[in-house]
């Protein structure tokens, strides 16, 4: 298990070698998103982000520790060795609350720009928010999310609508 100073990583980043044991680890480490001592500082967790290794995103190193610690005892098979832990700025939680908030009053658009995909960054950065074009250079847009986010961070891309 190591600490990582640098940036997260973004899934997809490497090639999962697939080995159980690092799916594993990853399913026991994801567990621990559950564990109401870890759920606020729990932010991700990647497989494959460098073959066969995992990383943990979290918004405290030192508790991200604690919760794979918590994951070997609970799954004592897992090689923490695996393990690489990262800081995150925000959790999950706190960025799936700020979603569900946004989007209680704006389906399926926001400030009159389409939604097409809108959750946590890969790396918890923020939110990423992907719509048109026009939706992607507006100012407005990005004054209202501004307004209505409390400051959390918050990206805006050139999507494509879903289709079927």
């Known amino acids: 298990?190591?600490?990582?100073?640098?940036?997260?990583?973004a899934a997809g980043s490497g090639n999962s070698d697939g080995t159980a044991q690092a799916q594993a680890l990853t399913q026991a480490?994801?567990?621990?998103e559950f564990n109401a001592a870890y759920s606020e500082i729990?932010?991700?967790?990647i497989d494959g982000y460098t073959p066969?290794?995992?990383a943990l995103c979290v918004t405290d190193v030192t508790r991200g520790r604690l919760l794979a610690q918590a994951a070997k005892h609970a799954h004592p098979a897992v090689d923490l060795n695996r393990l690489d832990i990262f800081p995150c700025r925000y959790s999950e939680g706190t960025?799936?609350?700020?979603?569900r908030g946004l989007m209680a009053h704006n389906r399926p658009t926001i400030a009159g720009f389409p939604v097409y995909q809108i959750g946590p960054a890969t790396d918890h950065s923020g939110i990423e928010l992907r719509?048109?074009?026009a939706g992607r250079a507006s100012?407005?847009?990005r004054?209202?999310?501004t307004s209505q986010l409390g400051g959390i961070a918050f990206t805006v891309v050139k999507g494509e609508q879903a289709v079927g």
């Open 1 to 9: 298990m190591q600490s990582q100073g640098a940036a997260s990583p």
């Open 42 to 45: 729990f932010g991700t967790v």
């Open 29 to 32: 480490v994801g567990d621990e």
């Open 139 to 141: 100012a407005a847009l």
């Open 95 to 99: 960025l799936q609350t700020a979603v």
């Open 131 to 133: 719509t048109s074009q």
């Open 52 to 54: 066969g290794r995992v």
């Open 143 to 145: 004054d209202y999310l």
